[in-house]
């Protein structure tokens, strides 16, 4: 069955159940830090294993070290990848590994709270992290994991609105991105805000990178505001290639443009249907709140 995931913006890193993916972008080291105590005391209290990822020069060297006992900190370039560049198979292997360790350990689960500079020492393109992230987005899910990635601007430029586009939470800004995609479970994808010319690309890799991690079994459109003409040609070439595909909760106007197109019967596997009575759960995401969570 698909799952309840988190989305939107957090007012800060709290109330972050299993399955929770936050981007979070430092603008101070101080509020992060802060921050990632609260996060990591809630990961405590709900019987999680915790996890600190930093570049190796900066561990040990946070400015409020008052966090749970028995957080391991580890530079994932060098204790997960050897030193070498991004491996997206090796990482998720070993949260999957840590992630089991945890379990027979007795713990709930494991969370993260990730400074993202770790991956400066091999830098990824911009399209090779948000592909990154947005497959560790499902592997979040699958796990039941809670993670936090921090991403400081100053250091990633504009691959961090890409990163910040395949997260289903984000915190430390109220920029949302025009363009948002995130894993909903059960084969499925959920999609937010614009597909048009500036987002094209993005959106077509998107579709690329999820189709290729899994079947896709749904897309929920709940909060697609507006699609592209050339957005529907890209979900057309997209969903061709799967067996049975439903598009939830679509725009008028993709409904309209996919029968005008002739791709209802083109692409009969490719159905439409609203939520209610389907199982995806996709509510409006909140413009902004404190505390909260969108649900």
């Given at each position: ?97 840590q992630a089991a360790v945890a379990q027979h350990e007795g713990f709930s689960g494991i969370r993260v709270v990730a400074d993202m500079d770790w991956l400066l020492a091999h830098p990824p393109s911009p399209s090779e992290l948000a592909d990154f992230e947005l497959v ?53 994808w959920h999609l937010s805000g614009v597909v048009d010319m500036t987002t094209e690309a993005a959106f077509a890799r998107a579709l690329h990178v999820a189709g290729t991690t899994a079947a896709v079994r749904w897309i929920g459109c709940t909060n697609l505001t507006f ?69």
């Amino acid at each position: 069955m698909p799952v309840v995931r988190q989305h939107g913006e957090l007012g800060e890193l709290s109330q972050l159940r299993p399955g929770a993916h936050v981007c979070y972008l430092i603008e101070s080291q101080d509020d992060f830090e802060a921050a990632t105590r609260r996060c990591l005391f809630e990961g405590a209290e709900l019987g999680q294993k915790l996890f600190r990822f930093a570049p190796a020069s900066a561990i040990g060297h946070e400015r409020s070290p008052a966090v749970p006992e028995r957080v391991i900190r580890l530079d994932p370039h060098s204790d997960f990848l050897g030193g070498g560049a991004l491996n997206p198979h090796s990482m998720f292997s070993r949260f999957a590994e840590q992630a089991a360790v945890a379990q027979h350990e007795g713990f709930s689960g494991i969370r993260v709270v990730a400074d993202m500079d770790w991956l400066l020492a091999h830098p990824p393109s911009p399209s090779e992290l948000a592909d990154f992230e947005l497959v560790l987005d499902k592997v979040v899910t699958d796990l039941g994991a809670t993670v936090v990635c921090a991403y400081r601007p100053g250091s990633f430029g504009s691959a961090t609105s890409q990163a910040l586009a395949v997260h289903p939470l984000y915190a430390g800004t109220s920029a949302q991105p025009a363009f948002r995609i995130w894993y909903g479970g059960d084969g499925g994808w959920h999609l937010s805000g614009v597909v048009d010319m500036t987002t094209e690309a993005a959106f077509a890799r998107a579709l690329h990178v999820a189709g290729t991690t899994a079947a896709v079994r749904w897309i929920g459109c709940t909060n697609l505001t507006f699609i592209s003409a050339e957005g529907i040609a890209l979900l057309s070439r997209a969903t061709a290639g799967h067996d049975r595909i439903r598009i939830v909760d679509a725009p008028a106007v993709l409904r309209r443009c996919w029968q005008a197109l002739g791709l209802d019967e083109l692409q009969p596997h490719v159905t439409f249907a609203d939520s209610a009575g389907t199982g995806v759960h996709a509510g409006r995401i909140p413009v902004a709140h404190t505390g909260g969570v969108g649900r």
